[in-house]
Nanobody, 126 residues
């Protein structure tokens, strides 16, 4: 499975940004059979969970982004999105999308997904 993340950039605090992650190469499976996640990693910090969306569309968020970020998926386009509003300086990080067809619910927030994209930089300035 190949994941291509895009949409990052330099924005000001309070702005919005939408990240996309296009998936391909499912090897007999379909996109809808994968749980999709977004993680982020700031300089000097560990990779942390941001959000995940289940095969059936259930959504999960890290507490600091609840109410500001929205994850969604378009199974027809094999793409997962992360809409980010009210961005804060502390949201600055490289954002990675991830996919896994067999991950269980209790692991959605852990960086144990099988497949990872290359990351897209989000920089929020004051």
């Amino acid at each position: 499975v190949q994941l291509q993340a895009s949409g990052g950039g330099l924005v000001q605090a309070g702005d919005s940004l939408r990240l996309s992650c296009a998936a391909s190469g499912f090897s007999g499976r379909t996109f809808r059979s994968y749980v999709m996640g977004w993680f982020r990693q700031a300089p000097g910090k560990e990779r942390e969970f941001v959000s995940a969306i289940s095969r059936t569309g259930g959504t999960y968020y890290e507490d600091s982004v609840k109410g500001r970020f929205t994850i969604s998926r378009d199974n027809a386009k094999n793409t997962v999105y992360l809409q980010m509003h009210s961005l804060k300086i502390e949201d600055t990080a490289v954002y990675y999308c991830a996919a896994d067809s067999s991950i269980i619910l209790s692991d959605y927030g852990r960086a144990v997904y099988d497949y990872w994209g290359q990351g897209t930089q989000v920089t929020v300035s004051s």
